[in-house]
């Protein structure tokens, strides 16, 4: 059992848009930022998402990301079959003082 | 730029030993925390262990707790991870990130399998 809850899959088709969620509490989501990480098949995961809504350098502007409360959450616009992924949710955990990942989603573009 | 490199994973048995590198470069390496983290076959992520910059201070996920050990080798830009009494679920690929407070990691190396049987 992941500390961060994620739905196990979503899927949309191309140019739709998708939301993913990520579900924590008081020491994790609720008082730290959010980080999204996105793993291609074979490949090494990529941050896509930090401080909550800050794309990297590189990341195109179909991604955001946003937080209330002990929830966070990942949108996807203009849905390519490229974006399809795993994305995982990542924060620090005050009472684990360790950081915390969700369980992952496995996005499918039909 | 950055650029992460994974060694030293391989086939090992139950309660054997292995120590994991990762060679770093593109980047002040002393400057930045470094992290493992790593992926199960069929599962997700879970950070293992992350080291700062100055090696002082050391943080464990309480599955790995007593059995692996995070060292850095500033001189060498070279990160470490020693894995002993290991277990059929620490089967897993394990990366090397840069990064640490806040779960944020920025740069992530291509990863290297290490695999528990006997």
Redesign the interface.
């Known amino acids: 059992q ?1 500390v961060l809850t994620q739905p196990p899959s979503a899927s949309a088709a191309p140019g739709q848009r998708v939301t993913i969620s990520c579900s924590g509490s008081s020491s994790n989501v609720g008082s ?2 959010v ?1 999204w ?1 996105q ?1 291609l098949p074979g ?5 896509l998402i ?2 909550n809504s800050q794309r ?1 350098s590189g990341v195109p502007d179909r991604f955001s990301g946003s937080k209330s409360g002990t929830s966070a959450s990942l949108a996807i616009s203009g849905l390519r079959s490229e974006d399809e992924a ?1 994305y ?1 949710c ?3 955990d005050d009472s ?9 989603t496995k996005l499918t573009v039909l | 730029e950055v650029h992460l490199l994974e060694s030293g994973g391989g086939l090992v048995q139950p309660g054997g030993s292995l120590r994991l590198s990762c060679a770093a470069s593109g980047f002040t390496f002393n400057n930045y925390a470094m992290t493992w983290v790593r992926r199960a076959p069929g599962k997700g992520l879970e950070w293992v262990s992350s080291v700062l910059g100055s090696a002082l201070n050391t943080y464990y996920a309480d599955s790995v707790k007593g059995r692996f050990t995070i060292s850095r080798d500033n001189s060498k830009n070279t990160l470490y991870l020693q894995l002993n009494s290991l277990r059929g679920d620490d089967t897993a690929v394990y990366y090397c990130a840069r990064g640490f407070p806040l779960a944020h990691f920025d740069n992530w190396g291509q990863g290297t399998l290490v695999t528990v049987s006997s």
């Open positions: 992941s730290n930022t980080n990480y793993q490949a090494a995961p990529k941050l930090y401080t990297p795993d995982y990542a924060a620090w684990l003082n360790g950081a915390v990942f969700g369980g992952g």
